[in-house]
């Protein structure tokens, strides 16, 4: 790959000039919001200046410019991901709503009394709980792929759960706990094997590895702007045409129609039936340059870099003791997410001292409180990397660690 130019890169993130309670800030909440290069801020502050404009609407210069910009970065979208048509790009606020969209639209129609949901053990609230509610709403079935011991799919226990009664399957490409790269075909072959959908939470594995839908085999693809250097408040969904065309919305309002009379109306095409109202246009614009930066570094090179990070640190944090990770201890098939304990100090205790340390990371359950009950524990302590993380930030969160460790008493 080409030698990646980290300082290059650094350079490109104003925020990481930054200093936290007098330190140096080191970034290592990535799996909760990436932060954004010059060019995605640049890009949302020059469509404000210069195109300020709603889209789909008005027939001036500044709509007509709006609308092009929107349509534009759909067509990124779809290349970006590999979809075989750009109708199958809807951009919605985020994951969360992605995923919602599809319980809510293909989930009220196509599921009945009696059928069965598969997710898996590992998800993120947005790809339960939806899909829970659902459950109970249809009277349908709710069945849970159990992990292995270190923190993988048991992918022998989800060809016994996928029945010929499962009508969906969803789980996570990536997990924002336990950083495992899930093995999206493999799951998406046994749930087409029995007719069921293959449902995908992409939120932590867009901006990290390649995504080409079409090769995953995924029936809907739900991901976050925010997590790819894109600016909060926009996602996509992307959707089998044909599944998109049978489903129906779910807000309504303007831009999503064909035709309204009194008593009746009629949907616009896809994508733009699924579209209401006027949208995060400004964000739209930050995730085609998002997009752009992402491959002008290209992703092998953001692969192999972060491949990198996670071996150092995985070794410098076994090395910590007392200190349980959670999740596989090996780098194959995982991503810079750590989810740790030190010892008897809870999370947000420690995550504490490291904030004193300059050092940012999430405490809780990450919405994912399901996986916390199955670890045993209540809260844990993630640092999650990014391109712009370096080997260097791994001695300082590890530094800050032990100082934490002395500070409660906890020293060798």
Same mark, same amino acid.
């Given at each position: ?73 759909? @067509? ?64 349908? @079935? ?44 493999? =799951? ?130 076994? @090395? ?14 995982? =991503? ?77």
């Amino acid at each position: 790959m080409d030698k990646i130019d980290i300082e290059k890169i650094r350079n490109d993130f104003p925020i990481l000039k930054k200093k936290i309670n007098d330190e140096k800030l080191i970034y290592l909440d990535n799996a909760a919001t990436v932060q954004m290069p010059k060019e995605v801020l640049t890009a949302c502050d020059t469509f404000y200046h210069d195109a300020y404009s709603n889209v789909h609407r008005s027939s001036h210069t500044l709509a007509i410019k709006a609308t092009q910009i929107y349509e534009t970065v759909r @067509k990124k979208v779809q290349k970006f991901i590999n979809a075989a048509d750009t109708s199958e790009i809807i951009f919605t606020s985020g994951c969360t709503a992605s995923l919602n969209l599809v319980a809510l639209s293909w989930g009220e129609s196509f599921i009945s009394a009696g059928d069965e949901i598969v997710i898996t053990a590992m998800e993120h609230h947005s790809n339960l709980i939806p899909w829970q509610q659902l459950a109970l709403r249809k009277k349908a @079935k709710l069945k849970f792929i159990e992990l292995t011991p270190d923190g993988r799919l048991d992918m022998n226990d989800a060809a016994q759960k996928i029945t010929s009664k499962t009508k969906l399957v969803a789980a996570v490409h990536v997990s924002n706990v336990l950083g495992v790269i899930n093995p999206i075909k493999k =799951l998406a072959s046994l749930a087409h094997k029995v007719g069921a959908i293959m449902v995908v939470d992409g939120a932590q594995a867009v901006g990290h590895i390649p995504i080409d839908v079409q090769q995953l085999e995924a029936d809907f693809y739900a991901f976050s702007g925010h997590k790819m250097l894109a600016p909060t408040g926009v996602g996509v969904l992307y959707g089998r045409k044909y599944l998109l065309e049978k489903m129906t919305p779910v807000m309504y309002g303007g831009e999503m129609i064909e035709h309204v009379s009194r008593f009746t109306s009629s949907w616009a095409e896809i994508p733009f039936k699924f579209e209401a109202g006027t949208p995060n246009i400004a964000g739209v614009r930050g995730l085609g340059a998002a997009i752009d930066y992402l491959n002008k570094i290209s992703f092998q090179t953001i692969t192999e870099y972060e491949q990198e990070l996670t071996d150092c640190a995985l070794n410098a944090l076994k @090395k910590i003791t007392a200190l349980t990770i959670y999740g596989p201890l090996t780098s194959k098939e995982r =991503l810079p997410i750590f989810s740790f304990n030190l010892d008897k100090i809870h999370a947000h205790d420690l995550a504490t001292i490291l904030d004193a340390e300059g050092v940012e990371v999430r405490a809780g359950h990450h919405c994912a409180e399901p996986l916390m009950t199955d670890l045993g524990v209540i809260a844990t302590v993630r640092a999650s990397f990014y391109i712009y993380n370096t080997e260097k930030d791994i001695d300082i969160l590890v530094e800050a660690i032990e100082k934490a460790k002395d500070f409660f008493n906890h020293g060798n």
